[in-house]
């Protein structure tokens, strides 16, 4: 049974790879994952292949063995695994609950490691895991402390991973956007005055469709947009502390 896994389903990034995995290729089953299960059900009239909802919390370590159970019973031929379940908040790292915060490292980090970990065994040549990055992995965010350096760790996990990977022919990609127009902002944003200077939005499909291009040629981190691949690039150059005043100014916070 040859199926795709896509986590944080439900709305987003993850919603938009169910729907362009779907159109692109032909899966025995889609299993998706995400907490709000009328959102998943909500999906089986926009796919061709037989839905398999999964509503789990993946900030529960309960739901990995829940899902590790799953993949023992099934033994699917596991084709793709995506890992777009997550979320950030925009605040002071001091002003941001405690609770909040470890959550997202759950969810941002701790997830991805156990859903790729328990994949493998089910992965053959020519099998793909993708990652949901952020532009934010390639420089530290005053103000979006946590969520920039939890997507850190992915994009250095997914690279590191996929060099493992690379002789058993299953490839990693991170997928590193900027600024995404999805339902991320209802929860990252508790306060407008925290982040204000956004400078450019892109739409969730297009994000995806370079995403799915960007594996087929293999790359291991794929960034839609030239002026995020410039933005990219120049953080690469500039010294950190430089990024973090340029960020800083433009949000008009002290530096």
């Avoid at 986590?7 to 025995?28: I, N, P, W, Y």
């Avoid at 699917?76 to 995506?82: A, H, I, K, W, Y």
């Amino acid at each position: 049974m040859k199926i795709a896994l896509i986590t944080g389903a439900s709305s987003g990034m993850g919603r938009e790879f169910v729907l362009q995995l779907d159109r692109a290729e032909r899966f025995d089953e889609l299993w998706v994952v995400a907490r709000r299960a009328e959102r998943l059900e909500a999906l089986r009239g926009e796919v061709r292949a037989p839905l398999r909802p999964l509503p789990t919390d993946l900030t529960d370590p309960s739901a990995f063995e829940a899902l590790s159970a799953l993949f023992a019973r099934e033994k699917p031929e596991l084709s793709v695994l995506v890992n777009a379940g997550g979320f950030g908040v925009f605040r002071a790292f001091a002003d941001a609950p405690l609770e909040t915060q470890l959550r997202m490292i759950d969810l941002n980090d701790k997830a991805t490691v156990a859903l790729c970990y328990l994949a493998l065994p089910y992965m053959t040549r020519g099998s793909r895991i993708v990652n949901m990055g952020s532009l934010s992995s390639f420089q530290p965010v005053p103000y979006i402390n946590v969520y920039g350096a939890s997507k850190a760790f992915v994009l250095s996990f997914s690279r590191a991973l996929g060099a493992e990977l690379k002789p058993r022919g299953i490839r990693v990609m991170a997928v590193c956007p900027g600024w995404v127009r999805t339902e991320f902002f209802d929860t990252a944003v508790t306060d407008p005055n925290v982040i204000t200077y956004y400078n450019r939005y892109y739409e969730a499909g297009d994000v995806v469709r370079r995403a799915l291009k960007d594996l087929r040629r293999g790359k291991d981190v794929s960034v839609c947009g030239l002026p995020v691949r410039a933005q990219v690039l120049l953080v690469k150059l500039l010294l950190h502390r430089l990024v973090m005043r340029i960020w800083c100014r433009q949000q008009g916070k002290p530096v």
